[in-house]
Every structure is written in C-alpha cells, then in structure tokens.
C-alpha cells in the first residue's frame, strides 16, 4: 500500500507539472513552509520545496507566467519553451516524492513521470494553440484561469491522500484524466496539427488578392481509387483542390484532404482524404444549398450552407490561396444557380404590341 500512495502522489504531481509547473511547486512549497501539510515524516524528500529559494524563484516565474498565458500566441511560444523543461521538472517531483530506494527503480519511475508530465503539456499547449485561432483575448484568459484553478484543485486532492494515506482516490481521478487524454489526444493532434500548418501559412506566404489563380484538375494517385467509388459514371473532374475540412456528417474535423467537383451533366462535389489506413469519400448532397465566402483570421473558408437542412460544410483554406478559395465560390455559386444575373444575360422586355 506504502508503494502505491508514494507512486500515487509522484504521479499526481507530475500531471499537474505539466500544466503549469511553477504553480505546482510554489503552492506546494508554500504548503509545506507555512505547515499547512506536514511531509517530514510521509515524505522527508519533499521537505527542500519548503525552503524560501524555492517558494521565492517559483513564486516569480508563476507570476510571470501567469501574466504570459493570457497573452495569445504568448502563451504558446511560452509553451514551446518549456516543453523540455516541464517534463524535467515533473521527473524531479517524482523522484523526490519516492525518494532513493533503488538507482534503475529511480531511472524507470523517472521516465514514466516524464511522459506523464509530456502529456499533460502537449494537450496543455495543443488546447492553447487551438484557442489561439480566434484573435479575441477573452478565451486565452478564460482557459488560462481553468489551468490555475485546475491545478490548485489537484494539489488538494494530492494533500488529501497524504494526510488520510488514500492512494485510491487520487489515482482514479488522474487515471480518468490520462485515459480521457489518450481518447481525445489523436482528435486534439489533428486540430494541433491543422492550426500549426495555418499558422505557418499565414506567416510564410501572406495573402494576395491580385494573384489569378486557375483551379487545378488533378488528383494524387492514392485518391483517384476512392474518388471512383463515388463516382462510378467517371465523370470528368473540372477542379480538384486540397483543403482542410472542419466537422460535418461524415466529414472528420481538421482532416486534409481534396474538395472535387466534376465537370456537366451531372456535377457532383466531393470530399475525398486519407485517414490512417482507408480512404475517405463523401459526396456531398448541395440541394437547397448555397455558398459563401467567408475570410478569417488564419484562413480562407469555404462555406456551404442550407436554410432546410443541416449539415453546414466548411472547407478551410491557407489565407495565401484568396484567389483561388474566390474561384471556387464562384464556381460553386455557378453549379448551384445562386449568381446572380449580369445585366447582359436578362433578356430586354418585349416592346407593347403594336410599337414599332
């Protein structure tokens, strides 16, 4: 039981390190200073986050972090940093928890701390960098707060199973909380990993409306099996143009993919991606739909909406590509019937009879 309340609290420690580090061993160290827990005799290794160079560096660096993860974009260069340093610091709080039994038990429970620490801060960050995608500031400072409280939170339930030796309590939470991570983590690196590309976009090649851009028409190998199974006419492909999809019916969230349209009697609009090992082809059912342009702060998207039913499509695309997401609304506006007339394609109103 001694074990598994010591591996118990060296792990709760480490997860929470991974979400704000400086918090986690100022409010400990401050904890143990001021006596409001006593470890000298469950844990006399934790006893040195006490002393008042601890409490006082840690205290400082929380308050300068408390003020750069409120900040957007701040707080994520502010995560990059420390993504070497939070796990170094979560396999030290476990190594002090468990003291110095066995050198290789000292090692394994140190990379085990570490990873757990790695995992907390990429869904951390990962969550930050999402977030950073709308350019108002109410939801970092929002988020940031939920962090704080979150961690404080846990330090409670850590100080509750060392002053009852309850070992069960604190490893069903934290236990709930990794396998949840690990359920949402791959859904969380797809959105990670689409607004880490957009970003680059955005900043590697601004956007230029002057550029004419002509739609290509040509699919990558891998995909032209899968567009045939929807289309089974093999009707031509007039453009086919690679974008990133939001969540829709049967369309995954922030998936890469190709938006393809084919060519008349029957145009058809197609999503087709790869996900792992299968193919992904859904085409998309327009009736009643119409189109719409809609620029944002990281990309230009793609927005196909209906009044009469759901779902509404998006398609997100790199803010450098104005010309060509322009492109595609018109062209998409063109297949739906939603131009409107020019004055040169309204026929002039027939003279009153009579009239020469």
């Not at 995954?252 to 190709?258: D, I, Q, R, S």
């Not at 189109?291 to 499509?313: G, I, R, T």
Request: charged share 15%; glycine share 6%; with cysteine.
């Amino acid at each position: 039981m001694h074990t598994l309340q010591l591996l118990a609290v060296a792990l709760g420690l480490a997860s929470l390190a991974g979400i704000n580090l400086y918090l986690t061993v100022f409010a400990s160290g401050l904890a143990i200073q001021q006596h409001w827990i006593d470890v000298s005799q469950t844990y006399p290794e934790l006893v040195i986050l006490g002393h008042p160079a601890i409490v006082i560096i840690s205290g400082v660096l929380f308050f300068l972090q408390f003020f750069a993860d409120k900040v957007p974009w701040v707080d994520s260069l502010w995560d990059t940093v420390h993504t070497v340093i939070r796990p170094v610091g979560g396999a030290f709080l476990a190594i002090r928890v468990l003291g110095n039994p066995d050198p290789v038990f000292d090692v394994v429970a140190a990379l085990l701390a570490g990873g757990v620490t790695l995992m907390t801060h990429s869904v951390k960050a990962g969550t930050r960098l999402v977030v950073n995608h709308s350019p108002e500031p109410f939801s970092n400072i929002a988020v940031s707060l939920t962090e704080d409280a979150a961690v404080l939170g846990g330090l409670a339930l850590v100080k509750y199973s060392i002053v009852h030796s309850d070992p069960w309590l604190l490893l069903s939470v934290f236990g709930t909380i990794l396998l949840c991570i690990a359920y949402f983590g791959p859904k969380l690196f797809r959105a990670v990993r689409a607004n880490a590309w957009l970003v680059w976009k955005k900043l590697s090649s601004p956007a230029a409306d002057h550029v004419e851009t002509e739609l290509p028409a040509t699919l990558p190998h891998e995909l032209e099996i899968a567009f045939a199974t929807v289309n089974p006419a093999r009707e031509a492909i007039a453009w086919a143009v690679p974008c990133l999809s939001t969540s829709a019916r049967n369309i995954p969230g922030n998936c890469f993919g190709y938006l393809v349209a084919t060519k008349e009697p029957t145009p058809k609009l197609v999503f087709l991606a790869k996900r792992r090992f299968r193919h992904l082809a859904e085409e998309l059912d327009l009736t009643t739909y119409k189109v719409a342009h809609e620029p944002k702060f990281l990309s230009e998207n793609v927005v196909l909406y209906s009044l009469e039913k759901k779902p509404k499509y998006v398609f997100a695309f790199a803010r450098s590509q104005r010309p060509l997401v322009k492109g595609i609304a018109t062209s998409l506006r063109m297949r739906l019937g939603f131009l409107a007339p020019t004055p040169e394609s309204v026929p002039a109103p027939a003279a009153p009879a009579g009239v020469a």
